[in-house]
């Protein structure tokens, strides 16, 4: 009914919910606050931080049983949904089974197919992923009534760091440029902090040689349950007593015991982190900004921060002395830094599906987001119901038809100036049966976020002819989705029993499309690929032989390559 409503979590009521998963001693599993607390007391049973590991071909062994990252994720995610039908309970108007999905706009193709994954897996359908940034702007924007803006949007959450700048004209956000790292945040302070009270405690000559400085170590986990706490305090206070009893003791008996710990030593420890580390990204997404689309810090409006660790004084100190030095920006804007993202994803929730039902004639549409692209107007959705062969819209005096596919899924595309209202007739037998103005008609275009593709997707293909291998880029980074690419490539000697299509993100390989060919082609044939990347960032391949549709297989590239948060690389 118009009003965020955020998922609680009993007992405590929490509105953030720790993505965490653990199996007690007992056999039971859990998720959220019980679980940081399996994981916090040293249960190797336990994983944190699985956003690190997605799109990843990776295991986690939890108990006897192995897990993807989309599986723990989806446990995750399944927690979520129970915690928010137990908030508001089963009622007609709210709908349980579809999402919006917000991910760091740096996301690779792979990270976002797994997230995509790790939700079907939790029994959901995603209608969108929606980078973070976009969300927090969206959230911002709305509850302040900012129309147009050049946003830059800090989000240093515990376990993944994203700048991102966008633009927001015609209320339409579009990310322009990204930066980020997939191994920095709150939990690589944790760490730091931990790492620094052990070797305080060492120095008074504590016994704590059996202490790994490792996020295996059910000691060291102790102390970086301390070190969260301790981060906290000093983001509300200038100084703190560290003292936890109940939590941390070594092998006599002795306890974390640290008197006026201050900001300022907090702020010496994370130094190196926040103004090389963090600072390089912020510069890389500015450098970017300017070399792409020719606009400068001086072009940026808001300086937005959200995510838990943007309560850091010293990194909010950091930005505001380095980037609020133009006309445009006098100081940074901290704006729901824990609650913005999830606020702003439910915002395009309730935009972006509705339905359109006519009870008499017994017809039921499901509508999607409406999408502006290159002043053309999206309006799409699915008859679900009736007897419908013709949809169309009102504009002024003239009627535009939609397509309509053999599933009842259609499209209508406008030109977005000329539409000013929500008229959609619907036709049975060659004859209007009614006209409608969607009861959400003044909320569908509210916001329209546009999926944007990070990062150029290209297929790879060995010409015989020219003696080389060249790229064919299918949708170049920046451009908006959906997209629809079509080639045409020729059978050669080489390639006359199976064609193998490498699909590239960037200068990382995600899979190879394998298309096995009849055994009476023709050399010299030529084989047609119509290759399309959805709105969440989906690909299809359509491969076509002389009007004959041929089948092909993905097979995805295998990465062992892990970095944990205790390798010093990476911290």
Excluded at 262 to 288: H, M, P
Excluded at 394 to 404: F, H
Aim: proline fraction near 3%; hydrophobic fraction near 35%; charge should be negative.
């Amino acid at each position: 009914e118009g009003k965020i409503v955020y998922a609680e979590e009993k007992p405590a009521r929490n509105k953030t919910i720790p993505s965490i998963v653990a199996l007690r001693k007992n056999g039971m599993e859990v998720y959220g606050s019980l679980a940081k607390n399996e994981f916090y007391i040293g249960n190797k049973d336990s994983k944190k931080s699985i956003k690190r590991e997605m799109g990843r071909q990776t295991e986690v062994l939890i108990g006897n049983n192995t897990f993807s990252p989309e599986e723990i994720s989806s446990k995750i995610i399944n927690y979520c949904k129970e915690c928010l039908i137990d908030t508001i309970g089963e009622e007609n108007n709210v709908i349980y089974d579809k999402v919006v999905i917000t991910v760091p706009a740096y996301f690779s193709l792979a990270q976002k197919d797994a997230t995509r994954k790790a939700a079907e897996l939790a029994g959901l359908e995603v209608q969108m992923l929606l980078e973070e940034p976009t969300a927090a702007a969206i959230n911002y924007t709305v509850s302040n009534n900012i129309e147009n803006g050049l946003f830059f949007v800090f989000d240093l959450g515990g376990g993944t760091f994203d700048v991102s700048i966008l633009e927001k004209t015609d209320n339409i956000p579009i990310v322009l440029s990204t930066a980020g790292n997939n191994f920095l945040g709150g939990d690589n302070f944790d760490f730091i902090l931990a790492r620094y009270f052990l070797n305080i405690l060492k120095d008074k000559g504590n016994n704590l040689d059996d202490i790994e400085v490792s996020t295996d170590d059910k000691k060291f986990r102790l102390l970086m349950f301390a070190a969260e706490n301790v981060k906290k305090q000093l983001s509300i206070n200038e100084s703190y007593n560290i003292y936890f009893p109940d939590i941390f003791k070594d092998n006599t008996g002795i306890e974390l015991l640290i008197d006026n710990f201050d900001r300022e030593q907090f702020n010496s420890l994370i130094k190196d982190k926040v103004e090389k580390d963090i600072i390089k990204e912020c510069d890389n997404a500015l450098i970017n900004l300017e070399k792409k689309y020719g606009k400068t810090l001086k072009d940026i409006t808001h300086i937005l921060m959200v995510g838990g660790s943007s309560k850091i004084s010293y990194i909010q100190e950091i930005l505001k002395n380095k980037y609020c030095i133009t006309e445009k920006l006098k100081n940074i804007i901290i704006y729901e830094p824990d609650l913005s993202i999830s606020a702003g994803a439910a915002i395009v929730a309730n935009t972006n599906g509705y339905k359109i039902e006519d009870l008499d004639n017994d017809i039921l549409i499901n509508m999607n987001a409406t999408y502006n692209i290159d002043d053309k107007l999206y309006l799409s959705g699915k008859i679900e119901k009736g007897n419908i062969d013709k949809i169309t819209i009102q504009i002024g005096n003239e009627e535009v038809n939609a397509t309509i596919n053999d599933d009842k899924s259609f499209v209508l595309v406008i030109n977005s100036k000329d539409y000013n209202n929500q008229m959609i007739n619907l036709y049975s037998n060659g004859k209007c049966i009614n006209k409608i103005i969607s009861e959400n008609a003044n909320d569908v275009d509210i916001i329209a976020p546009m999926p944007i593709q990070n990062e150029t997707i290209a297929i790879t293909i060995i010409d015989i002819e020219k003696g080389k291998t060249e790229k064919f880029p299918i949708v170049y980074e920046g451009s908006a989705l959906p997209s629809e690419v079509k080639e045409v490539f020729k059978i050669n000697e080489y390639s006359s029993k199976q064609v193998i299509l490498p699909v590239w993100e960037g200068s990382r390989k995600i899979f190879d499309f394998i298309i096995d060919l009849p055994s009476n082609i023709k050399i010299g044939s030529k084989i047609n690929v119509t290759t399309i990347v959805d709105t969440i960032s989906n690909i299809k391949f359509d491969i076509s032989l002389d009007n004959q549709k041929l089948n092909g297989r993905y097979e995805y590239i295998k990465e062992d390559e892990i970095h944990p948060l205790g390798n010093s690389k990476y911290l």
